[in-house]
């Protein structure tokens, strides 16, 4: 069973840092588009980050030079380093992992999201 399990958030203070992890579990050919997304009541959901398998980058304009985000290809894993963190910032963070399964089939993986809160 292919699942993803995301970590690292919590309460912190505005300015503070907070890195979010997410790891694919389970068997499949491979793991392609790495993504966090982030949504607050009564909002869509919006992407904040996205990671390419080669390493490219792409960051919404409200995380450009706060947020980096980084993965490890051999571990399945992606981070969300998020520093100089806004209220703005309070949110469900959301890790989606595209896949190629072990049927050769595209498909989508959401973690179950996890909670930031920025707050003094």
């Known amino acids: 069973q292919v699942q993803v399990v995301e970590s690292g958030g919590g309460l912190v203070q505005p300015g503070g840092s907070l890195r979010l992890s997410c790891v694919l579990s389970?068997?499949?050919?491979?793991?392609?588009?790495m993504s966090w997304y982030r949504q607050v009541p009564g909002n869509e959901r919006e992407l904040v980050a996205h990671i390419r398998r080669e390493g490219d980058t792409h960051y919404e304009d409200s995380a450009k030079g706060r947020f980096t985000i980084s993965r490890d290809n051999a571990k399945n894993l992606a981070n969300l380093q998020m520093n100089n963190l806004k209220p703005e910032d309070t949110a469900v963070y959301y890790c989606q992992v595209g896949v190629r399964s072990l049927s050769a089939v595209w498909e989508i993986y959401w973690g179950q999201g996890i909670q930031v809160t920025v707050s003094s």
């Open positions: 389970g068997r499949v050919l491979s793991v392609h588009d």
